[in-house]
């Protein structure tokens, strides 16, 4: 099993759903469930590793307050070595809607503050060697991403691949934020955006010229994703296109579906899988992660890896 790592935001959730798109100010509304849980896109595939008995390492950092301690006692393993900045932990408000589609409000807390001399602190380079690093939250994280470049070459240099899933960007997808992500894929081995993140970078309208787009930028061999919920996921790799469909699944919460997804193409790599049964695993899995609640992450995993045997 080759190591992993995630570096980014670990936050909490707090999501209530379902709720109607437009609600009317003054007014109280009821919701059929919510819950409290940790989360972020880091904190999501880390949670998806842990379930699946899969080690990894996790450089993040809280606030000082009482979700920072909450956070760092469900992480315990990682969260002592975790920075405790001096500001409110930063917490996301979740909104599912009837349609399955979410609305998020995000705090700024702790996030920002994420620097590359903490995340180098807390990274054992030398275990990581040959392994696979996954960079998320990019958008949130403004102190660790002004030092992508460095970031990148501390990876490379230490011989680890970087895995990028950028998220959406909160200033939109200006002309200076394209220029950004298309820089940084040029250092990734894997790039897992989803389906209208990468439309919307490289401003086409169909994600076969979004992939093809990527591809010109990543390194050779390079493996690109494209998420694309009920849909499955499409792949491009080596100039293979491959399509995987999900499994027909009731969703249940969507929320962090991309990182489970992430979590489990991951660690179906790490453990020496093909390009297109890892996408399987990463769909498989985040299908039953959205299906489930409590949510849950091993079963359909453990029959597709039967089914790929």
């Known amino acids: 099993m080759r190591p992993l790592a995630v570096v980014g935001n670990v936050n909490v959730d707090i999501i209530v759903g379902d709720c109607l798109p437009v609600l009317t100010p003054g007014t ?8 409290v849980r940790p989360a972020g896109a ?22 000082d307050d ?51 001399e903490q995340v180098r602190g807390m990274l054992d380079l030398p275990a990581l060697r040959n392994g696979i690093a996954l960079i998320v939250g990019c958008f949130l ?43 940084w894929l040029t250092r990734c081995n894997h790039v897992l955006m989803n389906e209208v993140e990468l439309l919307s970078l490289f401003e086409v309208g169909k994600i076969e010229r979004a992939l093809a787009a990527a591809a010109q930028l ?3 061999g390079a493996a690109i994703v494209a998420k694309c919920g009920p849909r499955g996921a499409v792949g491009l790799c080596g100039g293979a296109l491959v399509e995987v469909p999900a499994p027909a699944v009731t969703a249940i919460d969507t929320v962090g579906a991309g990182d489970v997804f992430n979590a489990g193409y991951l660690a179906a790599i790490a ?13 498989h899995i985040a299908s039953l992660a959205i299906s489930t ?5 091993v079963e359909l995993a453990d029959r597709s890896a039967a089914t790929e045997g």
């Open 28 to 35: 109280e509304s009821l919701v059929d469930q919510g819950d």
């Open 42 to 63: 880091a904190g999501n595939s880390a949670l998806a590793w842990q379930a699946l008995k899969v080690p990894f390492q996790l450089a993040a950092s809280t606030g």
């Open 66 to 116: 009482m979700f920072g301690d909450w956070l760092r006692a469900i992480f315990h393993e990682h969260g002592a070595r975790w920075p405790r900045e001096s500001c409110a932990t930063t917490f996301s408000v979740g909104i599912s809607h009837p349609d399955s589609e979410r609305t998020f409000l995000t705090t700024p807390g702790h996030i920002a503050r994420l620097s590359l």
């Open 141 to 183: 994280t403004d102190r660790l991403t002004a030092a992508y470049p460095a970031l990148f070459d501390l990876l490379s240099s230490s011989d680890v691949e970087i895995a990028i899933d950028t998220g959406w960007p909160i200033q939109g997808w200006t002309p200076g934020i394209r220029a950004d992500c298309r820089a």
């Open 218 to 220: 990543a390194p050779d």
């Open 271 to 283: 453990a020496g899988c093909g390009f297109e049964a890892a996408i399987r695993r990463g769909t």
């Open 293 to 297: 609640h409590p949510r849950r992450y």
